[in-house]
């Protein structure tokens, strides 16, 4: 729930970009890995709603993403049973999860946004558990260890992903302070600038989830 309330923002307008941030450090786990062909899903249609998700919240960007969701759900994976290997896992995880990015609030509830950050909440603490339970040294394990070491606001208890997904929640809170509702994370320095940071964390767990899977998980 702590690192829902890092991502969540004060408006519907404010939680999209927050959610939409959220969603772009799972990017490249999803997108450097081929996908099981039995799913039937394209990765260009994911980047295309990696994209929406990023563009101005609206009515048109709002429409455009249900679109291409509903074009997603045709997909034989939704209709499937796999039994997925951890890179696999990851990448079902957010694939399940972006329908609930585009979904209007149902009443009271939390709205899309909140739902999507709920579903992907515990992935990095998820492979932090695989890296600490493995029998094998993960290759950055000094480097990890020093950077733990020096997080000094990092949650009790989390393992270097899930302090490094913090470390850019709080700085994607800050960040967003300084970008206008309205704005599109692709439209300004300062968005991609957010996205980048996103980005990196990506790129790590996507390093993180091939050493796993050279190591049997």
Known sequence: ????????????????????????????PVLAFDMDEEWGVDPSALETLFRLAAAPPGEASDRAYAQAVAELCTAPLF????????????QL????????????????????????LDAVSGLAAYLDGLVEDSFHDHPS????????????????????LASRSHAVASACHSGLRALPEAAG????????????LCEDFGREAATTLHWLRTTGY
């Open 1 to 28: 729930m702590a690192e829902i309330e890092q991502w969540a923002g004060p408006t519907p307008a404010r939680r999209r970009q927050a959610a939409a941030l959220a969603l772009w450090q799972w990017r490249a």
């Open 185 to 196: 994370l692709l439209d300004s320095p300062a968005g991609r600038e957010l996205l980048a």
């Open 93 to 116: 995880e957010v694939i399940a999860a972006l329908p609930a990015f585009g979904e209007p609030p149902d009443g009271p509830g939390p709205d899309g946004a909140e739902r999507f």
């Open 79 to 90: 209709t499937s049973e796999v039994d997925p290997d951890t890179v696999r896992l990851v």
């Open 141 to 160: 394990q000094d480097a990890h260890r020093r950077y733990l070491d020096g997080a000094a606001d990092r949650p009790r208890g989390a393992g270097y």
